[in-house]
């Protein structure tokens, strides 16, 4: 771990963000009033009722650069073209508007301007700029004039996260070096060169700092939340990162500046905890995947096999799933697909895809050999090490296959003494998916497996409870894992629990779209990211449609309504709701998927966190 330095404490540091959540600006010098940095966070960005819009929902913003000069403001975005917009032209319509529920004053950018911005978040925005006449004392801070943070309590962090983590994520004001890691914490006043601040406390983090600034349209980790909530998570269940002061009287400070501690307070008080591992969710884009083949599987099922970047492939368990990236029309979009081959086979990486929803079929479409795509490390709870068992039953219906065309191979070339029976359905023979792998398979492992291949089409009826005591009369014995659609996981679990002497511990789901009944979060595949569904709300009597990779708090806010949020990332429990009926998953920006603000009592009677809920079929919500 770091240890304390011996330089002398200086800023390294001086950092503005003229736009709020736009990008960073370095300087080497800057004048500072009870408002905070010269032209730090004047420009704010908001829709077309003033209400505040950041870099959480629109984690574009992040990539807008933004200036305030003498006669005017320039921004600059990535792909379009700069736009200079004068004082004397505009900023000449007052405004008022919302940051977190407090109105203040503003000035509007002009009709130019919010074409621009408009076209960057895509939705109807406006740009507005911080009026000399409002007597608040902060600028478009959400809470202190000014923001400090610690070399040593980001190398802190860093060196306990599972990615890069940069001191970008947290956008202080004033980085400075020369402490141990949080020494800030027992600050109560400091001096920075000639400058005296009041510290009033430690900086409540949210979900932004989940997102990379170079790269802000890639999400899917929920670093470095999940780390902080490990050993810097309050009573409060906020967590923390940096220290927010208040200027005692205006000045200038110095990159170089000497930093003198003034006074002390105790230590606050962090609930030590876990850093949640659930779920398996690491950082994305950590693969570039070139595509070598594609298999005809089924006229609507494809096989790409793919090879890392590097000649590498990185390890993973039999049944685990990678998430990709992939340009569908003008942006990157994101799916799940499980795994088909396996890690005793380590030369390639296969997914098995069914032509349905937008990824799907943009990979049908456009994905060639010779193509490459991003994706993050394999991971993921449904693997034949998360319930290991000598006698296994494995039950899938369609390209629910794939999970076990990977545990299968692993088996067949592991040696392994497994004792597995297998059902597999799908709605007639021409529909069977690696008719030729699960032939090699049988032969492979010969009386270690006793496979059926169900055509529910063709006279051979649905899986029920006779046909799984006729395949396996000693299923009570066996680690259970079944992978298919919700209707299929419904009666599998229906037709176990009539077994006498079936444990439900023993079963274990893959579903592409979660069970009716869950009150547990079931991960998504196959096409619910891309899915539309309806959410009611049943005390407000309204709903709203959003998509499968959307949260239940997008849903709400698309309606208008007003729900206490904090954090966004589902470890401050601002954001509760209790989920009437229908099926839902966690996001990928999750960074307590154990959701320990929820107590057992609440989890059971339904209750979920809104900012990271995500629906996997209709829901009904008690709000």
Known sequence: MPTRPTLRPSLREIRVHPLKSGSVRHLKTTAISSRGLAHDRRLMVVDKNGQMLTARQHPQLLSIDAWIEEDGVVLLAPGRTPLAVQFAESFYAAAK????????????????????????????????????????????????????????????????????ISMDRFRPNLVVSGFGPFAEDEWEAVRIGD?????????????????????????????????????????????????????????????????????????????????????GIRPFNQLRLKCVSVIDETSAVKTFRFVTDDGSTPPYEAGQHIRIGFNVGSSIAHRRYTLSSSPS???????????????????????????????????????????????????????????????????????????????????????????????LLEKQLAARLRLVRRFTRQGQGRLDRTAILDLCPDVHDRAVYACGPPSYIKSIRAALTSIEGFEPHNLLIESFGGDATAREPTRELDGAEDETFQLNFARSQTAAQIQGSQTTLDAVRSTGMALDTGCEAGLCGSCRVRVISGTWTLSSSCSDPDREALSDTEKKNGVVLACTTCPTSAMEIDL
């Open 97 to 164: 508007i919302s940051i977190w529920g407090r109105e203040v004053d503003a000035r509007f950018a002009g009709e130019r301007a919010d074409a621009w911005i408009s076209s960057v978040v895509q939705m109807q925005a406006r740009v507005v700029i911080d009026s000399p006449a409002d007597q608040r004392a902060i600028n478009f801070s959400d809470a202190e004039p000014v923001l400090l943070a610690s070399e040593e309590s980001l190398a802190d962090v860093a060196a306990r996260a599972s990615i890069p």
């Open 195 to 279: 400058l005296e601040f009041d510290a009033i406390g430690p900086c409540e983090r949210c979900s932004m700092v989940s997102i990379d600034p170079s790269e802000p349209l890639q999400r899917g980790s929920p670093e470095p939340l999940s780390t902080l909530a490990s050993y810097r998570r309050g009573e409060n269940g906020e967590v923390y990162f940096g220290q927010l002061l208040r200027p005692r009287y205006g000045g200038r400070v110095n990159v170089g500046d000497e930093v003198t501690v003034l006074a002390r307070r105790p230590r606050p008080r962090f609930v030590p905890g876990k850093k949640p591992l659930a779920l």
């Open 345 to 439: 086979r380590p030369s390639f990486l296969s997914i098995t895809v069914k032509r349905d929803g937008l990824v799907s079929t943009a990979l049908h479409e456009k994905l060639r050999v010779g193509d490459q795509i991003s994706a993050d490390l394999p991971n993921g709870r449904f693997h034949l090490m998360a319930r290991p068992a000598a006698k296994i039953l494995m039950l899938g219906a369609g390209s629910g296959i794939t999970p076990f065309l990977s545990m299968l191979t692993w088996i067949a070339d592991s040696a392994v003494p497994f004792d597995v029976a297998c059902d597999l359905s799908f709605p007639t023979e021409e529909e069977l998916i690696a008719a030729q792998d699960l032939a």
